[in-house]
C-alpha cells in the first residue's frame, strides 16, 4: 500500500473516532452512574454526596449511585475510581485528604494530580474540636493543659491515616505540644461512636458529623478550626483564638472524573452539578452539616488542587506525619 493511501486511512480512522466519541458525548448518559465515595456510610462525605447524588440524578436523567469505598483515609476508593474506564459512568467524591496522601503514603495506587480530572468543588466545612463528655475541660487552653499533664492519655480519632481529623489533629498537636495519641479509624461514623463511648477522647471534627452529635448534646464541643467563626456555630470561638495562634484547618469536597473522560461530559457533569448545588433543597442540607456549596470551575479546581498538595505536603513534612 502507498504511503498516501495509509495517511488517507488513519485520517479516515481518526475522523471515525472523533464522531463517535462526539456520539457518546451526547448521548451521556445512557445507564446509571456510580459516584464512588471513599469514606463509610455515616461520615460527613458520605452525608454530602448522597444529597447530591439524588439531585445530580435528576438534572442528568439517570440514577447516581453512591458506592462507598472505604479505607486508607480515601485513598483505596480514589485507587478503585483511578483505574475505572473513562466514560463518565465513575465519577469520585474527593475530599482535603486527597491532597494530604502524597505527603503520607509512600506508595500511592494512583496520581491525584494526573489520574483524575477535576469536575468543581461541592462544599467546604469547617472542622471542630469535641471532646468526650466526661473529659474534665470545657475550653481549648483546659484541654492543653490536661493534655500536657497526662502525656500519652489524650487519644484523638480520625477517619484513617492522612484523612482531615488525622491532619487537623497532628497539626494541634505540633502547634500545643502536646503528647496526644492518634487512632485511626475506616470512617467518621465508627470513630464518633467510640469517642461518645469514651474510647478515644477528642477529635477534631468535619462539622457535617459532628453538629448532630452536637445538637444531641452526646459531645462537648471547644472551638471552630477556622481563621474565622463559623456562621453555622456562631458560639464557638476559633481554635485560633483559645491558645493556638496560627491554627486554621477547613475540609473541602469535590468531585472529578477519570483522566481520558470526554470533554463534553464532563461539562455535562459540571453544570449539572452547579444548578444542584443552588437547588434549594440541597442548600438546606448543607445548611444543618455547617457547609457552604462549591462551583469552583474546572480550571480553577485543577489549580486549587495542586496548591493544596503542595501546602498540605509541607505540614505533613514539618509534624512529621507518618508515610506507609
Known amino acids: 500500500m502507498k504511503k498516501s493511501s495509509f495517511i488517507k486511512t488513519g485520517a479516515v480512522a481518526l475522523a471515525a473516532c472523533a464522531l463517535s466519541a462526539g456520539a457518546t458525548a451526547a448521548s451521556w448518559p445512557e445507564r446509571p452512574i456510580t459516584l464512588v465515595v471513599p469514606f463509610t456510610p455515616g461520615g460527613t462525605t458520605d452525608m454530602v454526596a448522597r444529597p447530591l447524588a439524588q439531585l445530580l440524578g435528576d438534572e442528568l436523567g439517570q440514577s447516581v449511585i453512591v458506592d462507598n469505598r472505604a479505607g ?28 494530604i496522601a502524597p505527603a503520607i503514603y509512600k506508595h500511592l495506587p494512583y496520581n491525584f494530580e494526573k489520574d483524575f480530572e477535576p469536575i468543581t468543588v461541592v462544599a467546604s466545612v469547617p472542622n471542630i474540636l469535641i471532646v468526650n463528655k466526661k473529659l474534665p475541660v470545657n475550653s481549648v ?3 492543653i493543659d490536661y493534655a500536657k499533664k497526662n502525656p500519652g492519655q489524650v487519644n484523638f480519632g480520625s477517619a484513617g491515616i492522612g484523612s482531615t481529623e488525622d491532619m487537623a489533629g497532628e497539626l494541634f498537636k505540633s502547634m500545643t505540644k502536646t503528647d496526644l495519641v492518634h487512632v485511626p479509624y475506616k470512617g467518621g461514623a465508627p470513630m464518633m ?37 463559623s456562621k453555622f456555630f456562631p458560639d464557638l470561638p476559633t481554635i485560633d483564638a483559645s491558645g493556638v495562634p496560627g491554627y486554621d484547618f477547613q475540609t473541602w469536597y469535590g468531585i472529578l472524573v477519570p483522566a481520558g473522560t470526554p470533554t463534553a461530559v464532563r461539562d455535562k457533569i459540571y453544570e449539572a452539578t452547579v444548578k444542584a448545588l443552588k437547588d434549594p433543597k440541597l442548600v438546606k442540607v448543607f445548611d444543618t452539616l ?7 470551575k474546572p480550571a480553577e479546581f485543577k489549580t486549587f488542587i495542586v496548591d493544596q498538595t503542595k501546602k498540605w505536603g509541607e505540614i505533613a513534612k514539618a509534624v512529621n506525619m507518618q508515610k506507609n
Do not use: C, N
Open 141 to 143: 487552653q483546659q484541654l
Open 290 to 296: 455547617g457547609a457552604d456549596p462549591g462551583g469552583m
Open 72 to 99: 486508607a483515609g480515601g485513598t483505596l476508593g480514589a485507587g478503585y475510581a483511578a483505574r475505572a474506564k473513562p466514560d463518565g459512568y465513575t465519577i469520585f467524591m474527593s475530599t482535603i485528604a486527597h491532597t
Open 193 to 229: 461512636t467510640d469517642l461518645i463511648s469514651g474510647q478515644i477522647q477528642m477529635a477534631i471534627e468535619t462539622s457535617g458529623s459532628a453538629a448532630a452529635q452536637i445538637k444531641a448534646g452526646t459531645v462537648h464541643p471547644l472551638a471552630v478550626s477556622t481563621k474565622t467563626r
